[in-house]
């Protein structure tokens, strides 16, 4: 759940304390939720899911450590840092705290400094953790798409290949034509998922060089276009891409390969006899141009939106004509404009089509 600050779940039955705690985490900038009950608390836990939970031990029906034990037991709120912070100072109950899951066990009376320090290591720690979680799923994900979507097409391309090596002498000159074409058509496609696939990697380890420079615009849409055409051609799709002359300050290649992949995959999930419009369209106020590329192909549900920029939720949808995609060309056109300090929208209707846009700074004068 994002959120725009930390949200702290304090607990505690004596609402004055509630009252003096909630009140200096506040001024530290942090949203605070409270609970007055261990039933409460486990109840606000798993609706509200915040960041971290300061947990009083000595409350009536259910204490502290049943209440630790029970949100460490549920999986919906197990990884939710808890912070005892109570009156009892026993060694025995410090070490019972830490043993039911908690990361911090602060004594009262507490010191501000020391508890605000506290807190802030521990969402940090957290912090840390999601990003390396997040990390291993992009990487489980990233291995996935190589071992699926580039074994399917390299098979074809060996199968086809051992065909004609095996029976050159037999096959009809038409016909090993349709097989080099059907063999070219594969290679394409696997060249391409592999140029996404580096490009993407390069971006996750930090080694991609951003280079900006001001350019035509109308000059990349004209060789993606070119470079396209045919493409579109073969669906009998009408591809028309504006040449409005626009000159911006961007990474030249990394805009390519964000047209390239748009327009691509317009193409993929636009059926014969569709259209798709590359348009250009300039904000002189706010120095920023719009790049929209709107197809009138099958188009999205809004579950498929929900989860069209994760790489851990992404799937390969074939085409209308069965064509082959990862789904990894769209997550490096937002993580390539995002570099730019730039965004990338989605409007898209079922059965309708889907227009992406994209915005660029736009070149200063002279």
Same mark, same amino acid.
Not at 10 to 27: A, H, M, T, Y
Not at 156 to 169: G, W
């Given at each position: 759940?994002?959120?725009?600050?930390?949200?702290?779940?304090?607990?505690? %039955?004596v609402?004055?304390?509630?009252?003096? &705690?909630?009140?200096?985490?506040?001024?530290?900038?942090?949203?605070?939720?409270?609970?007055?009950?261990?039933?409460?608390?486990?109840?606000?836990?798993?609706?509200?899911h915040?960041?971290?939970?300061?947990?009083?031990?000595?409350?009536?029906?259910?204490?502290?450590?049943?209440?630790?034990?029970?949100?460490?037991?549920?999986?919906a709120?197990?990884?939710?840092?808890?912070?005892?912070?109570?009156?009892?100072?026993?060694?025995?109950?410090?070490?019972?705290?830490?043993?039911?899951?908690?990361? %911090?066990?602060?004594?009262?009376?507490?010191?501000?400094?020391?508890?605000?320090?506290?807190?802030?290591?521990? &969402?940090?720690?957290?912090?840390?953790?999601?990003?390396?979680?997040?990390?291993?799923?992009?990487?489980?994900?990233?291995?996935?798409?190589?071992?699926?979507?580039?074994?399917?097409?390299?098979?074809?391309?060996?199968?086809?290949a051992? @065909?004609?090596?095996?029976?050159?002498?037999?096959?009809?000159?038409?016909?090993?034509?349709?097989?080099?074409?059907?063999?070219?058509?594969?290679?394409?496609?696997?060249?391409?998922?592999?140029?996404?696939?580096? *490009?993407?990697?390069?971006?996750?380890?930090?080694?991609?060089?951003?280079?900006?420079?001001?350019?035509?615009?109308?000059?990349?849409? *004209?060789?993606?276009?070119?470079?396209?055409?045919?493409?579109? *051609?073969?669906?009998?799709?009408?591809?028309?891409?504006?040449?409005?002359?626009?000159?911006? @300050?961007? %990474?030249r290649?990394?805009?390519?390969?964000?047209?390239?992949?748009?327009?691509?995959?317009?193409?993929?999930?636009?059926?014969?006899?569709?259209?798709?419009?590359?348009?250009?369209?300039?904000?002189?106020?706010a120095?920023?141009?719009?790049?929209?590329?709107?197809?009138?192909?099958?188009?999205?549900?809004?579950?498929? &939106?929900?989860?069209?920029?994760?790489?851990?939720?992404?799937k390969?949808?074939?085409?209308?004509?069965?064509?082959?995609?990862?789904?990894?060309?769209?997550?490096?056109?937002?993580?390539?404009?995002?570099?730019?300090?730039?965004?990338?929208?989605? *409007?898209?209707?079922?059965?309708?089509?889907?227009?992406?846009?994209?915005?660029?700074?736009?070149?200063?004068?002279?």
């Amino acid at each position: 759940m994002q959120r725009s600050r930390p949200l702290l779940l304090i607990v505690d %039955d004596v609402s004055k304390n509630l009252q003096v &705690l909630g009140s200096f985490l506040r001024e530290a900038d942090y949203e605070i939720s409270a609970a007055v009950s261990g039933k409460q608390a486990l109840a606000i836990a798993e609706e509200l899911h915040p960041d971290l939970i300061l947990l009083d031990i000595m409350m009536p029906e259910l204490d502290g450590f049943d209440t630790c034990k029970r949100l460490k037991e549920n999986a919906a709120t197990a990884d939710i840092p808890v912070i005892f912070l109570t009156a009892r100072t026993d060694a025995e109950d410090i070490v019972k705290g830490f043993s039911l899951g908690a990361v %911090d066990y602060v004594t009262k009376p507490f010191h501000r400094q020391e508890l605000l320090a506290r807190v802030a290591t521990h &969402l940090a720690l957290r912090k840390s953790q999601e990003e390396l979680r997040q990390t291993i799923r992009d990487k489980d994900k990233f291995f996935s798409i190589i071992a699926h979507d580039l074994r399917g097409p390299l098979g074809s391309f060996m199968s086809i290949a051992e @065909y004609v090596s095996e029976n050159i002498t037999e096959i009809e000159t038409a016909d090993v034509k349709t097989l080099f074409r059907e063999m070219q058509h594969t290679g394409k496609g696997v060249y391409v998922l592999l140029e996404n696939l580096l *490009e993407w990697s390069r971006i996750q380890l930090g080694t991609i060089q951003y280079n900006p420079e001001v350019f035509d615009l109308a000059s990349v849409l *004209e060789r993606t276009y070119n470079l396209l055409r045919s493409q579109a *051609e073969q669906k009998q799709i009408t591809l028309r891409v504006d040449n409005s002359q626009i000159n911006v @300050y961007a %990474d030249r290649n990394m805009i390519s390969t964000v047209a390239r992949n748009l327009i691509s995959n317009a193409i993929k999930y636009t059926p014969r006899d569709g259209r798709i419009s590359v348009t250009v369209m300039q904000r002189v106020d706010a120095r920023t141009v719009y790049v929209s590329v709107q197809d009138t192909g099958v188009g999205m549900d809004e579950k498929r &939106l929900e989860g069209l920029f994760d790489i851990t939720q992404t799937k390969s949808t074939p085409g209308t004509e069965k064509e082959k995609g990862s789904g990894l060309g769209l997550i490096l056109c937002r993580e390539l404009v995002s570099l730019h300090g730039q965004e990338l929208h989605v *409007e898209s209707t079922k059965g309708e089509g889907s227009t992406f846009t994209f915005t660029l700074a736009m070149a200063e004068e002279g």
